[in-house]
C-alpha cells in the first residue's frame, strides 16, 4: 500500500515562508513524475509545480519565481519551497505522484492535502 504524506502548512503572514514536504511509503518500485497541487475554497484544484525524473519543473504563472519544487528520490520526498507568499495562495495544497509499486502498475496517488494560511 502506496502512502503520501505531506506536512508543513500552517498559518503565516504576507510575505513570508513556507516548505511543505511530501514522502512516500509502501512497496515502491520506481517513482516518475510529482507535483503539487491546490484548492482554494469555491474554486477548482489546480496545478501549482510538476517535476520530471529528469527534474525538469513546470510552474504555474502566478508562483513564478516564488515557489521551488525539488525532489529527493533517495527518500521519495518531494518538496515546495514557497516564498514571498501572498493571501491568494491561501489554499489546500495536495501532493501527487506517479508511482510503481509491488504488483502495482504505475499509477498516480495523492496525499490528504495541507492547509496554506497567508494572512495577517
Known amino acids: 500500500q502506496v502512502q503520501l504524506v505531506e506536512s508543513g502548512g500552517g498559518l503565516v503572514q504576507p510575505g513570508g515562508s513556507l516548505r511543505l514536504s511530501c514522502a512516500a511509503s509502501?512497496?515502491?518500485?520506481?517513482?516518475?513524475?510529482m507535483a503539487w497541487h491546490r484548492q482554494a475554497p469555491g474554486k477548482q484544484r489546480e496545478l501549482v509545480a510538476r517535476?520530471?525524473?529528469?527534474?525538469?519543473?513546470f510552474y504555474l504563472d502566478s508562483v513564478k519565481g516564488r515557489f521551488t519544487i525539488s525532489r529527493d528520490n533517495a527518500k521519495n520526498t518531494v518538496f515546495l519551497q514557497m516564498m514571498s507568499l501572498k493571501p491568494e495562495d491561501t489554499a489546500v495544497y495536495y501532493c501527487?505522484?506517479?508511482?510503481?509499486?509491488?504488483?502495482?502498475?504505475?499509477?498516480?496517488?495523492w496525499g490528504q492535502g495541507t492547509q496554506v494560511t497567508v494572512s495577517s
Open positions: 501527487n505522484a506517479q508511482i510503481a509499486s509491488v504488483n502495482q502498475p504505475s499509477r498516480p496517488y
Open positions: 509502501g512497496s515502491i518500485l520506481a517513482m516518475y513524475g
Open positions: 517535476i520530471g525524473t529528469d527534474s525538469r519543473t
